[in-house]
Structures are given as C-alpha cells and as structure tokens.
C-alpha cells in the first residue's frame, strides 16, 4: 500500500552525444518509432538533454555558442505511444513538475552570430555572446549578469505529437513556399535536412526518410505545437495538444529554466538538461468537441508574482530604427520596445549584449497592447524591478557601476 | 484647514458637439493654444468626451457605428499649460482616478465596416456591430453579449504630450512615404486632413494650420506616446512622457471602462465619457537621464487578478487563415490566435461578430510568446475564465444556449 | 432605451446631526421601522455618514477624538425593506462600488483615550491620537503620518439585517452575563443604552423599546455580521447575509476607506461619509441549503496587490510584553505582533503613536499561523513594503528622519 | 569552472530510527554539540525527518497517529555551527528550495486523539483520524479526501538558532508558571523531559543536563522562532532570525508539503520527510540595527495564487458553540470560523473529520478581521475553492456525494 517512486520513461546520459542515443530524435515525422509507451492517465518522469545536445560548457567563453552547429539541436525524447490515442483525440498534458539534473545545476543563454543561428536582434547585435547562470533552488543568477536574480518559471520550450503524413506535407509545402519567395536577404525557415538527422531507433530506409521529409523542430507549427517557447507551460498548466497519428507519438524537451517572452536571443531561454514530471490524458474526439486547430492551455496557479506595480514597462511601435514607418507590424513594435529597454538599463553600467541576454530569459512580459490604431502596432515590455538588487525604477537616482562582462567569442 | 475638493480643469457639455467645445482639439500640433494651465505637482480633474464625440448612441442598433464619420473622432481635452515643463523634460502622469459620469453609465463597443474604418479582422468581420455595456460599479455587464461580466480596468487610451514643429514634420513624412509606397489595398495611414480639423480656441491661419499639418490622433507614436491604447494605463499607474514643447501642451482623453490587448475591433475599448484626476509633476531634464525615446510607465497596484490559472490560454502562429506562411509575423500570430478563441467559443452559442467584440474589451491578456523560431512567430491570448457566469474550461461539457444577437446595421 | 441613472435609496446631510435624520439609526432591533423598499435584484446606491455621525474635524487636534460622544455613533442607513425576503432566506449583497462624497475627499484614523473607547494597545498608548487622510482618487496620504500612501480597499465597516426578537434576547442574555461575570477592570461590552438612542422614524412606545433593548452597533455577532470590519467586504465582493425577519431590514454604514487587519486602534479604518453601490438579491431558504450560521463572502477580484515578497512580516506569540506567558492566546500573540512592527519602524522615526495609527488603517495582513503548539499561539502580520516611499526592508541602510508628528490632544 | 553540485551539510537515514542518529536532536538547548560547520554566505542541502521520526505509515489505519509516542517528536537537523555568528547578530536564512525525498512522494495528515497530543477542535473531534497525501509533482492528493487537489506551498515547520542559558531559563520560568497555575483541565505545556532526549552527539552528563533542562520543541517561542509553523517560510522566503549564542546552533526541521493557516489539527500540516535548500548569511549586530525581539521574514514571490474572489470565505466571533459569550478572544473566534466551514462543507458528502484534516494541511487563508470591537473578535478563513474539482460556491447547486473516509483508529 502506498505510492510507489514515479516511473521514468527515458533516461538520457549527459556524457554520451545526443546522436548515440535512441530515446531521443530530432525531427517531426510520423514515421519516427515508438520509443516505450504510456498508459492513459499514467504519471511519469521523462529526462531531456539540453537543446544543443551538450554542445554548450559552462565557461566564460561563447566559442561554443559561436561554432554552434544547427544540425544537431533540438533532441527530444519521445516519441512516447499513448495508449487509446487516436486522431482527432486531445492529449491533456499535466505538467506536474521540472527540474534540472541535480548534479548539473546550471543552465545558459546564448545570443548566436548572425551569421550561425541569428535572433531577434542581430542586425543590432551580430556577435555571440553567453551568460551561464548558477541554480540556487528555485532561483537562478549569473557571473556574467551582476545583480540580476530571479526564480525560474521552468517549463519546456517544445512539446506536441507527431504530424501526420497530411500534415507534415502541408507544413514543407507552405515552408518551401516562402523559402522560395521570400524577398528577404536572410534564412527565413529551413528546410528538410538530412544531414545529422536523428529519427530515434529508426535505421535505413525510415531513417532516410525521416531525412528527407521530416519537419525541423526549430519553429513552433499551429497544427500541433511543438516548439512554441511558452513561458507559462511551466508546472501546474495543462496543455491541450492535437493528436494527428495513432498512438500521439508525443514528444518533449528543450527544457529552459526561465525565459521571457519572445525569447529574443534565440538561444534565448536559460537551455538546460534535466527530467520533466508528467500526466498524460486522451480526451477522445477533443479536437472537434473544442472546435480546436492548435494548441490551447491553462497555465499553473504558482507563477512568480511581484505585483502589477513592480514592472516597469516599456513602449514600442512599428517604426523602425531607421525611422522608417511599418504598416501595423507587431514584430518590428516588439523589437523597438526591447530596445528601448536595452537604452534604459545603460545607464546602471550594463552592456547592450548583457541586457539583451537578460531580456531573453528573465521573466518578462511582452503584450500586445494596439493593433488597430493604423499605421503603428503598439507593443509593451514589462520588466519586474524585484529581480534586481538595487533600485531600477525611474525615479530614483541612477548610477553606472562596474558590470563586468557577458561572454564574448575570442576573434 | 483640511484638503479642499480637487480643481476640474476642465469641464465639458455632452449635449454640444464637440467641434463646439474650444476645451476640446483632435489634431497633434505645436501651435494648438494653451487651454488653462496647471501647476508642476497638481492633482486636476479633466473631463472627456468619448472618442466619437458623441456619434454613438445606447440603442440596438449599429447604424451609427456604420455611418460614423471619422474626421470627427478623437476629441482630446486640452492642451494643458504644465509650468516649469520644456523640452527634454519628462511629464510624470499620475492616473488617480477614472470614472464615468454618473448620468451616464454605460459605454460601447464596435466594429467598424471595412469600408469604413475596418479592424483587426475586418478581412473576415467586415460588417458593423455595435455592443453596449452597462456600469453596475466597477462591474460592466452587455445585454448584448449575455452571461458575461467584469470590473473594469479603466484608464485613457490616448495621453501625450504635443510634438514640436520637428517631431511632426518626421511623422508628415515617413506616414507619407508609407502611404505612397504600400502595396496593400487598403488605407495603411491616415494623412493630415483639414476637413472637421478642430484646433482648440485656434481660428483662422492657426487653425488651417492646424488642419494642413495636423497629425491624426488615430496612432499612437514612439516620440510622445499618444494612442498608445495601453490597458495598464489605469488608476495607481506613473507614465513617464516625453515633453517637446514649452509648457508640454498635455492633452488626454479616449477614456476606456476596459480593454483587451489588441483592442482588436478598432472601437474596440469600451468607450465611454467620463472624468479623470491625475497629477502632473516635471521631471527636468528626464529625457536624457532615462535615455528615453518613448513613453515608459509602471502600472498601478490594484488591476483585477484572476489567479494565473484562470486564464484560458490560446495560441497562434504566423500562418494565416490560407495557409500561407508568413516570416516572423506577430500581427498575422496574433489574428491567428484571437480566430482560435472566436472558434472555441462558438461551442457555447456566441456568435463570432459578439466575440470579436468581447475580445475587443474584456481583459484579455495578449502575450508575445516566441519571436525567434523562423519561421513562426506565436503569440498567446489569455481569457479569464472568470468573467463568464458559466464554466468555459475545456474539461467541462459545453452546450450550446440562446445568446441572443450583438446590434448589427440595417441594411 | 438605455440604463438610466442608478436610484438613490437614501441621501444623508451631512450639515445635519445624524440624530435628526430619520433615515439612519444606531441600534440593532427588529422594531426599527423599514426606511424605504429594495426590490430583489435591485441594485441602488446608499449614502452613509461617517461612524462618529461628524463628530471629528479635519483639523490637526485630537481633542474631538478624546471627547467623543460614544453614545452617538455608528449610525446606520436603513433599515431597509427587501422585497421577498423571509427569515431563513439568505441576502446576497453584492458590493458594486464604494466613493466618498466628491466634496469631501479626506477621512480619519483615530486612537481613542482608555477611559473613553480604548483600543488594542490602550495599556501601552493611552492617549488619543488623530491622523487625517487626504483621498486622491484611489489613494490617500496623510500629513500626520508622511512617507506613506497606499490605495484603499474601500469597504463598509458594517453591513447586516435586523436580529429577530428571539435573537436580540439572546445578544442580551449572553453579554450581559459576560458583563456580570467578567473580572476584568475593563468594559467589556455595551449593554442597551436609551441615551441617545435613534430608531430611525420611530418614536414614542417603540422608541422607548428599541432604546431599553435595542443591541449596541459596537460589535459585530455571529447570528447576522453586523459591525465585522473585514476589510475583504471591497468592491466587488457577495456577502451571504442570513435573514432573520420579513422583509430582511438591511443596514449599512461605517464606511472605511481602508482598514488594517484587526483595525486595531478602533477608530482604526480610515472613517468616512460617502456611497456605497450594492445589488441585493434574495436566495430562498439560503440559510438551510448553506448549512449558515453566520455570515459568508466571496471577495471581488481587484483587491491592491504587491506580490508576497512585497510584505515585511512580523511574528508574535503568546507570551506578553511583562513575559507571562499565555494558553493559546491569538489575542495576546497578535498584540506582541503590532508591537513587534512598531518597534522595527521606530527605526525610520516614526513615532509609536503613528505606527499605531497606520498600522490600524493601512492594508496590513494580519494571520492566524499556529494555533496548536502548546502552549504559544503564533500570529503574523505582514506590511506592505511599497506603502512606503523609502526603502523599509531589513537589508537596506535605516536612517531616522523628522515624520513630524500626528494629532494629539491638548493636555 | 562552473558551479559544483550544492553541499549537503547533513544526510539522513529513513531506516534508522532517528533517536540513533547523532546530526538530529529533540531539545532546544545551548549545550547540544555542533553537527559539523556552515560558511557565512553557504549554501547547503540539509536533509530532515518527518517531524515524528518515522512513526507514521503510508497506509489506510490511524493506529500510528492514535499511539503516537509523543516525546519521540520533532527531530531537527543541527544544530549548525555558522561561522562568524555571535550573539545579537541575526541569521538571515534564504529558503531556496525544499523537496521531498524522491523514492518517498508521500505526506501525512492527523488528528490525534484528546488524551495523546490534542488539537485546536478535540473537545467536539476527539479521535485519531489520518490523511496520506501523494505528491505529483508540485501537487499533492489523497485518496482519504477525494476531489481535493493543491499545489504545496512547501516550507519548514521548524527552524531558529539555539537559546542562551538565560533564555532557556525564562522559557523554563515562565511556562512553569503556567503549568502550575492553569485552571484548566487541559494539558497547557510540556516542562523539561528527561525521557527520550537525544541531545545531538552528546551523552553523559551533558545529554542528562539537556533532558533536564532542554526546551521541548513543540512550541515556537517569540524569542528565536522554532516551531512557528508560518506557511509563508517557503521557497524564496528570507526569515532575519535572533541569534542568542555564538556560532549560532541553527537548526531545522519538520518539513510541511502544505499547511494550512493555523494547522488546526495539531499534526497539520502535510508532515514529510526531505531536504532543503539553504542559504545562510550573518548580519552583524542585527538584533539591535532591527530592533528586532522576534524573527521577522519576506516571503518569496512563488507562493500559489487564486486571486482573491476565488476564496469562499468564512467569519467568526468570539461566542463559542455552547453559545457563550468571550471578550475579545481570537483563538474562539477563529475555532468557530473552522466549524463554520465544516458544517459548510458537509452539504457535498464530506465527513467532519475529513475536513478538519483538509482545512489543517490545504492553503487556506486565516485572518484577524476585528479585534477591537468589544466583546467580539472576528476571524475569517478562506477557503480556496479551486483546490476542489466541482464548483463549491454558494451559489452552484449542491449534491452529496460518497466522499469515501479517512483513516481511523481501530476501537
């Protein structure tokens, strides 16, 4: 009588390459084997490797983050069979807790150059950077961000079932389609890529195909998730995903110790190993019933809270730093807000690139505030002043101190 | 001894026009005199007409929303003389108190017609509907979308302070650019219009002036914040506003019961008259101390709060309702996800044009969620569960009941 | 078509004595005739004295605190008559909004003499003491008490219906055996009192009963609320009131701008005139189906917040400051807990007397923590450290500076 | 480079009895030796016990909670040398996490009987009844409570530094004086206890000294803190404790998943065994700096939040169930608030005992509303009604339902 210790469905070896290791896999196909299954309404313990597969060290150089290679990221483990899963079934998924690795209690955030990776600042910011942050319980602060603390709010950055053939074809369709006529001087999605491909257990020929066919896991997609980066999937929510292949083959990772929202530098969140606590549910027929084309969620009950009065909050509008007027564009507004933020906390001594990591993964909140009040989109940025040791707020007195220094690439 | 009632520095008539009210302006520009003048550090009543100026009326009907003319629009009280204030100083706005006029208490809600105004979904939405909400306290409630009620987080949508002669001619000239160069059909910016210009006490070469050079006050822009549309502008909130004319010529109004970010249908707020206090104190010489380009603010201690749990959470991506894929698009994420809601909740009965309308005013949180994952930007709109009188959660049953009809036009 | 103005169901005159207007009343008695009917589901609004019926100035002396006329006080609106209500129902008041009159924005925090009232701390601080509260709109400050200003939870100190006659005997038999028994050199409860008894528009026989038997507004009482001073009772709010006579005789009044937990100096809220908005509704045979005996509530949604970490928090227990030790006394641990925080804020240089004073009035939360380890009760009470304009936290450098003083009496 | 795995400055063993494990003891005492040494500014992992040392099973019987062996309790971790700490200093300690042992996710609930340890409602439940909660995650349920379900807001029952002589001596005099002049037929406190003391690593006369002298650890005492059981000693919290002999003695223990406000059952809390995550930090001259006579805290940011009109909430006052009247009694007030919600709760199938279990372990909210208003005290209690999985709001329809049972006793 009593509980016994919680199953864990995938172990991951930190000391072995991602690639070697069959549990986990690294694109979206649904020809991607089963990797164990999972009994409906069963709880279980679920470990994840980091996001680059270990590429990253905890040192005080973004080397690493700079020869970053992109082939070989977003390992998840999965994919789990749920039993009585069907297409056009929810998967109700409880996030009853995350944790980093115990011997392992440290994370990162990196800015990638643009040339390797870029992010939401890199015309701005083109070099890499990286900021390690120690885990102290349920808080986190880095060497290389003084006076900055603040409690994770830990969730996944990807979780979601497999797309169906259907599915998957639509989703490099619509891809290649703007690969091809996107106007824009940059990488604007990436298509299939066999190389480094990592399809779990699969051999051969589905593994070929995998290759050849599968989905990146770099973007979230609507039909099914995946790599939505959504700060409040963190523990206690529930998360009502899609099933579009029997069995859900579900899959997680990418775990992040905290992020903010819009996960600016890309490498954004602080990316960290360690083991995920869930319950999965099937909800039968749920996608109708809820009249559901994507994900939907009800967060936890435990989110850090400091009080609406606390956030200092930024404004941004869609024109462009180079004042040039954007039609109602909430992307452009969102990137000057967070410019006006990285302005703001120069004056304290903070670099450009110390903020920018720290916006990427210190619990922020980015609204959308206007979106009608032609031609400018209206965004906000709230920055809780409580994850500072000393006093930000705009009235009162501000000093530059000695801030040192985030990691750099050697050149 | 003992505090004196507070100064209303200005009184408005509901029953005038307001083209007849000189306390009144609806152009942004330097040479719009002085309307009265208040005392770095006072604490002043401000009484506004709503943003029609009184073209819409507590009936069910949305002719008037149809046939609104909108170079009537936008009346601001003001400008106010704040002594001590120059350029380059800050105008700390401290929002005291919003309230409605007590013989007035009800609001609005609309959509426009595309023709006519649009909105955030009018490709989809291009009929005119019209809610109205009565006060009941801090509570409002519609009898035209039923079962939903909620306090209201009152606030103004439009404050700022006016451009000088330099700030306007760079808005003269990047909206033109954009208006000549857009690809779009449709209006994307609003030009300076002298038709209905209303310049305050200005008559004659001040005020054809005013109407050649005029900025609209339909957007909201980086230097001076303006219609921003900002919800947690409400009571206990501190914005920082630029100032760049002598005397800072403060002008506010386009007051809002509530909002929802994005205020997606354009007359999207509930938009009401009524009465706010603040108090206006200069921070000298602020611009440059807080390396500031636009507004910042700190929001007020006493917003409604629902528990993080409460919020029924959707997501959307930038791929639009045609399956095309659009680069790192948060506008397109955003329509995308507010679809998503207006779906879920035709289980219960709604109708979609009641909704969107809903959407426009509730307190709805909008989240930029990731910006970074090419190619697909996901945003996330947030419902609070609990200004429903019935159980919205996914896991309850759903059943469809009589909502009755929102106030659509004749046709 | 359209909402009119919300009904006034009673206006007061606040130029007038409180004993001459036939709308209010001080006793809790059935006889006290109906002032006025309430539909069930009405909502109306109720104009209120303060609690000293006028008695205190705005003014700088506390020589009105220390003569009050406690025979002269809490004078209630009402009582009215709710259409359907029977003894065993239940009354739903839904607080919709509280305001001071417009024209008389401030209120008052008193520590009333120990021969004359006394208060939580009267063995310690005997002495009257008066601290004036100015209102900016949802704010107030006090000249009495600088460096601190906060916004209120607004809320009647007092709200309750009429006991029935079996119910007002046994108020009396109990307290009266409690004044008969006690052997404490104290008052310890306030029999029925003809001095300067008012029932409302009774007069002569009726008077006279109401005065000889009539229950003391003073304490709240299990059977039906009354006098409770919770501060949670804000807008917003839905009390379950049981019903104890036909036609329920509702009374409201006590206005308090803000309270501390405990309101410990007794005139301890921030006392005002002013409005309250309530809809009352009647639930049939509430008090059965509840299993009630005494009152219930649900607190509105928009109380301030701070975050938790935003509360300095005191601890107490059961052992007094001449170190004697208590059984599980939570009176005596929360005592110890007050002194404890006024301690800690002499630091700063305020004087006892004015902690005492914010302590009663500001948004203070008070808990029971332990009630089970023998033999010490523990107690918590948690400030809010934003209240403040300075730094308070125990990590940060105190400095004593001039807080001038708050109102005394002349000796 | 990079952080190492945090020190765990004490491990435990579950299998061995607890009175055989030299780094636990059961006394508050000056003598009981160190158990090992702790850096100023340290973090360190500390492993506990349950507070009864094991004595409690995971099963369905109350055998264990009826024949408790009340002087084999409390055993703490420490005490700990921390360096540099002398007396008047103050030992700030950072909760940064507390976990429950992993291959042990279960907790208990009890009520003890009357003759063997009590609780705050033994007159009207006067025997032995139990609740075993599982842990999901940050969640934790019970099968003996079914449809109840919370996050823990998980904290340390116990911790303070060691007394000085002198203060033992008071402890010893002043709770004496109570035992030996109560008149009630209750045991009141628990003098010193030879038997059964385990005093650390001590033995001889020093472990005979310390169980003729030693404090019994059931009380928290205003003077250093120790059992205070305050919820709000969580994860994130910071408690400034009195430090009373040199190296300060710190000790820790009784690990609480969840408790309610005033752990109403005595054995309240939900009791486990585990380790904490903490730092310690010494702040010279603290006691006087403060001003501090008892510890004072800031809880985290983390706690659980429902928003405040998701508590049902329930009022009471000083006349106690046999309809006697007390003056000013907040412990008499707050035991009829708890009877209030059991009879409250009853209407949907629950037993008496299973919620005086339920309201002692789930995070409900007890305050002090009035303790001024002579003679009655007004306590309330909130109940957070989104801890159950059906709508217990007063106005949704009730149904009784089997609710199963708790454990008992076998008779």
Redesign the interface.
Known sequence: ???N??RTALKVDLKKPAADQPGLHNRWHPDVPFNGTIKNGE?VKIECVDWTGGQI????SADDIKNIDLTKIHYLSGPFEVETAEPGDVL?VE???VQPF??Q??GFTGVFTKENGG??LDDIYPDAAKA?W?F????CSSRHIPHVRF?GLIHPGILGCAPSAEVLA?WNR??S??IST?T?ER????PPEPQNVHAGSATGDVKAKVGKEGART?????EH?G??????LS??SNT?LPILVKGAKFSVGDLHFSQG??????C?AIEMAGVI?L?LTV?KN?MA?????????????????????????????S?DEH?????????VA?R?TTL?CI??L??FGYSDYQVYLMLSCAPI????????????????L?LPM?IFDF?I???AA?QKVDMGSCAFATT
């Open positions: 009588m009593g509980m210790e919680i709880v060290g905890n040192n005080d109700v996030i009853q807790d115990q011997d209690p440290w992010g939401f390690i120690d102290e319980g349920i808080f409690p639509e619509r891809e389609e703007l996107t824009l990488i604007v999605a990436q770099i973007p979230g997609r609507p998730g790599n939505c980066d959504i700060k409040g523990r206690g009502f929202d819009g996960e600016i530098s890309f954004g606590t319950k909800m749920g019933n809820l009249g559901m084309k994507s994900p939907i969620y009800l967060p936890g009950p435990v989110e850090p809270h400091y009080g609406p009065g606390r956030y200092l909050t930024f404004e941004g509008f024109v004042g040039k007027q954007h039609y109602m564009d909430a992307t969102y000057q006006r302005e703001y120069r004056r909140q980015g609204h959308i505030a206007g979106l009608v009040d032609i031609p400018n989109a209206c965004t906000t709230g409580d006093d707020s705009p009235t501000a």
